[in-house]
C-alpha cells in the first residue's frame, strides 16, 4: 500500500512539472522488478534481517541512479511496516538505519523518521533523540523551501504534513 501511495505522489508531481522535469520524475522511480521488491513485500517469507542483508549487500549497487534516494526512502518504509524492524531488532540496528536516515539529504515521511528515533528510548538519551529530530526537522524544511520554490501548492501541502508530525512528539 505504501509503494502505491509513493506512486499516486510521484504521478501527482509529475503531472504538475513542466515536460522535461516529468523525464526526470520517472527516472527517479524505481524499477517494479528490483529483486528488493520480492523480498519487501514478502514479510511472511523473509525477515528484517535479509532486508537488513540486502541493504547492506545490494542498494550500494544501485548508488548514483536516479532512483537511488527513493528506492532507500522505500527500504526504511518498508522495513518498518512490513517487516515490523522497530517491534523485533536490536536498538543497535535501529540505530544503524537512524545514521543512515540522517546521512540523506532529506526524508519527507517525519513520522517514518520520528518512529526509528523514538525506538531507540532507553538507547539514547532524550536529549540526542530531540537533536535528531530537530535536526531532521530543519534539514526537510530547508529542503522543501528550496526544491518546491515553483510548486506552492506542493510545498506547502508537504510542509504541513511535517509541522504537524513535528508538533505531535
Known amino acids: 500500500m505504501k509503494y502505491l501511495s509513493f506512486l499516486l505522489i ?8 513542466k515536460p522535461n522535469q ?3 520524475i520517472q527516472d527517479e522511480i524505481p524499477p517494479a522488478d528490483l529483486p528488493f ?10 525477515t528484517w534481517q535479509d ?7 545490494e542498494l550500494p549497487k544501485h548508488k548514483g541512479k536516479a532512483y537511488y534516494d527513493n528506492l532507500q526512502a522505500q527500504f526504511f518504509s518498508y522495513l518498518m511496516h512490513a517487516h515490523k524492524f522497530l517491534e523485533k531488532a536490536d536498538q543497535a540496528s535501529i540505530a544503524f538505519y537512524v545514521a543512515e536516515i540522517q546521512d540523506r539529504p532529506y526524508l519527507l515521511d517525519y513520522p517514518l523518521v520520528l518512529a ?3 525506538a531507540l528510548e532507553g538507547y539514547w538519551s532524550v536529549e540526542k533523540r530531540a537533536t ?9 524544511l530547508q529542503y522543501l523551501t528550496t526544491h518546491f520554490a515553483d510548486n506552492l501548492p506542493l510545498r506547502e501541502q508537504k510542509l504541513a504534513a511535517l509541522q504537524a508530525a513535528f508538533q505531535s512528539q
Open 37 to 46: 521488491f520480492k523480498v519487501a513485500l514478502k514479510p511472511s517469507q523473509y
Open 10 to 17: 510521484l504521478f501527482l508531481v509529475s503531472q504538475s512539472c
Open 22 to 24: 516529468t523525464t526526470q
Open 116 to 118: 526509528y528515533v523514538e
Open 51 to 57: 532486508m537488513d542483508q540486502w541493504y547492506k549487500e
Open 132 to 140: 535528531v529530530l530537530q535536526q531532521e526537522y530543519d534539514k526537510n
